[in-house]
Nanobody
Framework: VQLQASGGGLVQAGGSLRLSCEAS????????MGWFRQAPVKEREFVAA????????DYADSVKGRFTISRDNAKNTVALRMNNLKPEDTAVYYC????????????????WGKGTQVTVSS
């Protein structure tokens, strides 16, 4: 599975951004998809995930109510809509995919794309 994220950029606090990830390779519609982020001098952390059928979503507490994950299996894409951005959301965001679904995905997924930088100014 190959993943390509896009949509990062610079935004002021309170603003919005939409990240997109295009997947290719195996039948990606059968994979759970997610987003992780890593800020400077911090460990990578789970942000959000969506099950393969989009029937279930999961969010980190820090982004609940502000971020929304969605997927379009016909287009092999997953999106992360980020509203009310805060300076602490500044990080490199990574798209990921996993055959499994469950709490273990918070620790990481099987496939990773290159990251896209999100910078939120105060």
């Amino acid at each position: 599975v190959q993943l390509q994220a896009s949509g990062g950029g610079l935004v002021q606090a309170g603003g919005s951004l939409r990240l997109s990830c295009e997947a290719s390779g195996r039948t990606v519609s059968r994979y759970a998809m997610g987003w992780f982020r890593q800020a400077p001098v911090k460990e990578r952390e789970f942000v959000a995930a969506v099950s393969w059928g989009a029937g279930s979503t999961d969010y980190a507490d820090s982004v609940k109510g502000r971020f929304t994950i969605s997927r379009d299996n016909a287009k092999n894409t997953v999106a992360l809509r980020m509203n009310n951005l805060k300076p602490e959301d500044t990080a490199v965001y990574y798209c990921a995919a996993d055959w499994n679904w469950g709490p273990d995905i918070h620790h990481g997924m099987q496939y990773w794309g290159k990251g896209t930088q999100v910078t939120v100014s105060s």
